[in-house]
């Protein structure tokens, strides 16, 4: 008895570890040639998504991830590869706004105010890209973010009707960048979950132009 459970459980995680690297690969593959790292290489897009992330760390020190998204953004701008700037993001609590802080940065990084707009509901990556295309009326958008988030978020966007590219932002290595890189197996996991059950975002609202 003891040795069938023991090869049903090995049966079921092979099949758990298979359907995970099946999801990262299906994400990963159908990014392929929508992801660009140089300014010189992207097509323009009149606007651009940057994916909201916290500023800071748990433990206070400077979030990379946020400092790479700023300057990706910002370097987009400044070679007219976007007009406009879209910040999705968690606006969760009165103390914690991640688009209003991106706005700030971005503002003192020399985009003018009136050129950025906010999507305070991106509670998560499917809402941003959903929100996008229904709330903001885009029908085509440049995703700014790390690699893998854009990978993610490209095939979000596009089985959701909007079309999209990505600009990446700079990785992270080391202990930091593992741990998010395992974190997003899974998120790549519940894509396809999210898919299945047609999950929605947590708000809509109103529509806004961005013009």
Same mark, same amino acid.
């Given at each position: 008895?003891?040795? !069938? &459970? @023991?090869?049903?459980?090995?049966? =079921?995680?092979?099949? *758990? %570890? ?5 999801? #990262?690969? +299906? ?66 609590? !009165? &103390? @914690?706004?991640?688009?209003?802080? =991106?706005?700030?940065? *971005? %503002? ?5 105010? #009136?050129? +950025? ?67 997003? &197996? ?5 894509? =396809?979950?999210?898919? *299945? ?15």
């Amino acid at each position: 008895m003891r040795k !069938r &459970y @023991y090869k049903i459980s090995g049966v =079921f995680l092979v099949a *758990l %570890i298979l359907f995970i690297l099946v999801c #990262d690969y +299906i994400i990963s593959s159908s990014a392929d040639g929508k992801t660009f790292s140089t300014t010189s290489e992207i097509a323009k897009n009149r606007v651009g998504l940057v994916l909201g992330t916290s500023k800071k760390l748990i433990g206070g020190l400077p979030n990379p991830y946020y400092t790479y998204r700023i300057k990706a953004t910002l370097d987009l701008f400044k070679a007219k590869k976007i007009d406009f700037v879209l910040v999705s993001g968690d606006n969760g609590t !009165r &103390y @914690y706004n991640e688009p209003n802080t =991106f706005k700030k940065d *971005l %503002i003192a990084g020399g985009i003018p105010a #009136d050129k +950025i707009f906010l999507d305070f509901a991106g509670f998560r990556t499917l809402d941003s890209m959903v929100r996008a295309k229904e709330v903001f009326g885009l029908q085509s958008v440049t995703v700014i973010s790390q690699e893998f988030h854009n990978q993610r978020a490209i095939y979000l966007a596009e089985k959701k009707g909007l079309k999209a590219i990505g600009y990446n932002a700079t990785g992270i290595s080391g202990k930091e960048g593992l741990k998010v890189q395992l974190r997003e &197996y899974l998120a790549r996991v519940k894509v =396809f979950l999210d898919l *299945l059950f047609n999950t929605q975002p947590k708000f809509f609202g109103e529509r806004v132009e961005i013009k």
